[in-house]
């Protein structure tokens, strides 16, 4: 399975709505990482976990709150957001330095979430 | 930190004709440089990509150069085709990133058009 899968496909929330959006991969990745696209924008990193510790937050409010409860899984938990919070929001997963031979660079992104916050 | 600069940010061509899309980059100690295609509404997908220990590198229709003394990277596409229309977006990583995993820095992105 060479897939990064994410749910859900569109989203459409209210200010004062609580949600989560989920990524999942079975590739024995153990880098994940988190980033925000606005329309006409290249991906802009939000966070990065790397053998399940974060390791990168890219001074992303606290309104967003990654978890990664395990090796293959990756939520986004979203609270109080703001209607330019709207985007779509990728989940990437690529090797973390000292898995295997090959080289630990290559970033698989997932379909994304389009997010409409209200 | 690390800055990449990418052109042009509309590039329209005819299908047949090549296409070539170049990026810059400030931080010397990067040392991998990935190209991405994006189709409207997809995924950002790997099409191709160069380490800093090689020159070039080349995919069928696609082959990538780099320059390190100039620190610049370019994509070229051959025989374009109309499927070939999307946007594309270089990038660049910074050399012993120690966390255990790589940060890319992306460039502002090509919207590329092939027209039949």
């Known amino acids: 399975d060479t897939e990064v899968t994410q749910t859900p496909k569109h989203l459409v929330m209210g200010m004062t709505n609580k949600k989560s959006l989920k990524c999942e991969q079975h590739?024995?990745?153990?880098?994940m990482y988190w980033y925000k696209q606005k329309a006409k924008k290249p991906p802009e990193l939000m966070f990065v976990?790397?053998?399940?510790?974060?390791?990168i937050n890219e001074s992303v409010p606290s309104r967003f709150s990654p978890e990664c409860p395990n090796s293959s899984l990756l939520n986004l938990h979203l609270h109080a957001l703001q209607p330019e919070d709207s985007a779509l929001y990728l989940c990437a997963s690529s090797q973390a330095f000292g898995q295997g031979t090959r080289s630990y660079n290559e970033q698989f992104f997932g379909p994304g979430t389009r997010l409409t916050v209200l | 930190g690390e800055n990449v600069e990418q052109h042009p940010s509309t590039l329209s061509v005819q299908e047949g004709d090549s296409a070539v899309i170049k990026c810059t980059y400030s931080?010397?100690?990067?040392?991998?440089f990935p190209w991405y295609k994006q189709e409207l509404g997809k995924r950002p997908q790997l099409i191709i990509d160069?380490?800093?220990?090689?020159g070039e590198k080349k995919d069928q229709r696609i082959a990538v150069t780099l320059n390190k003394t100039a620190k610049h990277f370019s994509l070229h596409i051959t025989e374009t085709q109309p499927e070939d229309s999307a946007v594309y977006f270089c990038a660049a990583t910074p050399r012993g990133f120690s966390g255990g995993y790589n940060k890319l820095i992306f460039g502002a992105g090509t919207r590329l058009a092939v027209h039949p």
């Open positions: 590739m024995g990745h153990r880098a």
């Open positions: 160069i380490r800093s220990n090689v």
């Open positions: 976990y790397s053998y399940e510790k974060l390791s």
């Open positions: 931080d010397s100690a990067s040392n991998y």
